[in-house]
């Protein structure tokens, strides 16, 4: 059973990355320094709940609010490149946190235990799940409340005013502009919430694995995060949720009897969906036809 | 209400509009025409900042906006539409609209969260106003991209006083459109005049613009060539000149 919970935990993490990533999306840009600031939540909880035995609530939310901080000082420059442009200036970032992290020594000596992280070595003994006596369901519980909140707010603030002015910028940043939406304050909040969420989902993954390192926070790790709302479609949360199940679950479990044949399906499988499902797996067209079936009634195909 | 003064812009080498002058007073509908390349476009987008002039002064109501961008000069009072449309074709009707209303009053009714999250009911129901201008309250639903051509520059006049401007830029709204659709959007275009809103309209098609504007500034490789009357306008030399390409400059 244990099994189902581990996995549970697992699409509960991916799918508040793949969430950090689909707000910064909606604006149209291409984030790939989501790991890095899922990293920065990871260790300043971490940090805060080994080092300075505080309880993990308010450490998560002071991780999630330091990976804001930075990923707002990260759009500001953002805001002066575009697409590929971005994409390497965001894998630059992120590998940029990373080094800093695999540099970064910070321990204390407690009852003769060395506590903290530790450069390479990484940091261990992040307990404080274990010390509370929390089982694997409780964590997949707690993962989950997380992530419930997490998607409640993405799917809310969706559906509002705000989420349509961070599409009007993605779809046409100088249209919006000329429509009076301020482009810098738009972009730069997206990264910032994308910071805090992805921070929020680091602090929980750190307390979750006990033990990081930074080579938890890499490159494949940032493409993870993208990866979901793209295959997923930016119609609404929902699409997120269920490419991080495709992935996380078919494609890395099921297909696991495969051996090494999974890397090369997984490749080949994205590809296959982003070539026949365009819009992602759940495109505006299979939302009306779900609504549809939910209201009882038959809905046109020009969705 | 908008004056336009000594302004230059050049890329590298061309001077897409060289010294140009010209002042649009409040109320009237304001004709800016030329042949193709003799930077009206450049004109507009020079005065709704979506990029600095290299030389002169943009004044509107009062402000100098020459170097305001286009979110502020939004908020000034000027909106305006593409030549090329550009919509938010993933989004319905009404939320092309709803994105769109930025301005200063707008800003100001509300505070920031409340904006945030929708508006007030008021501007929610100047929405359907807007639609029901632009005869579009039908197709509140629809994608913008799935609209037909013309009711797609329906929408971005829509659009353009979704921001409650003081004046609207238009470029070339009579571009691709039929006999029927050009006398729909001068009746369109005296309604705005008829609400208050001043004109700067940027044309090809000549029946509408010798019909709808008060005045005209003729353009020609970046230079103003004759202001006028319709009638003056027509009668110009130089103006024949330019069109029929017997003169140069």
Known sequence: MDFYFGMLQIVGLHTILGLSAYIILLTGQVSMAQAGFMSIGAYIAGMLTVLAEMHLIPAMLIGGVAAALVACIVGFPALRVKGLMLVVATIAFGEFIRIFWFNFDYQISRGG??????????????????????????????????????????????????GKVLRAVGEDDLAAQSAGINLTVVKVSAFTAGGFIAGLGGSVYAHYTTHIE????????????????????????????LAVIFVQVFLLEVLRPL????????????????????????????ASRIKGVFSGRKEGANA | MLEIKTLSKHFGGVRAVDELDFTVRQGEIFGLIGPNGSGKSTTVNLVTGIFPPTAGEIIFDGRDITTAQPHVTLD???????????????????????????????????????????????????????????????????????????????????????AKPKMVLLDEPAAGMNREEVRALDERLRALKARGITVLLVEHVMELVMEVTDRIAVLNFGQKIAEGTPSEIQNNQAVKDAYLGTSGD
């Open chain 1, 113 to 162: 235990v060395k506590l903290g992280p530790e450069g390479g070595e990484g940091f261990k003994q992040i307990r404080f799940f274990p010390e509370n006596g929390w089982s694997t369901l409780d964590v997949a519980i707690f993962i989950w409340v997380v992530a419930g909140a997490v998607i409640a707010a993405v799917w809310w603030m969706d559906r509002s005013r705000a």
């Open chain 2, 76 to 162: 000034a009072g000027i909106a305006r539409t593409f030549q090329n449309i550009r919509l938010f074709n993933n989004m319905t009707v009404w939320e092309n609209l709803w994105v769109a209303q930025n301005s200063a009053e707008d800003k100001k009714a509300t505070n920031l969260l409340s904006r945030w999250m929708g508006g007030s009911r008021k501007a929610k129901s100047q929405v359907e106003e807007y639609l029901e201008f632009s005869a579009l309250a039908d197709k509140r639903d629809e994608l913008a991209g799935n609209l037909a051509f013309g009711e797609q520059r329906r929408l971005e006049v829509a659009r353009a006083l979704a």
């Open chain 1, 259 to 286: 051996g090494d044949l999974r890397n090369l399906l997984f490749g080949a499988m994205i590809i296959v969906v982003m070539n026949f499902m365009p819009h992602g797996l759940f495109s505006a067209q299979v």
């Open chain 1, 214 to 241: 930074h080579l938890n926070f890499d490159i494949v790790m940032a493409t993870f995060a993208i990866i979901y709302p793209i295959l997923g479609g930016l119609s609404n949360v929902f699409g997120t949720i």
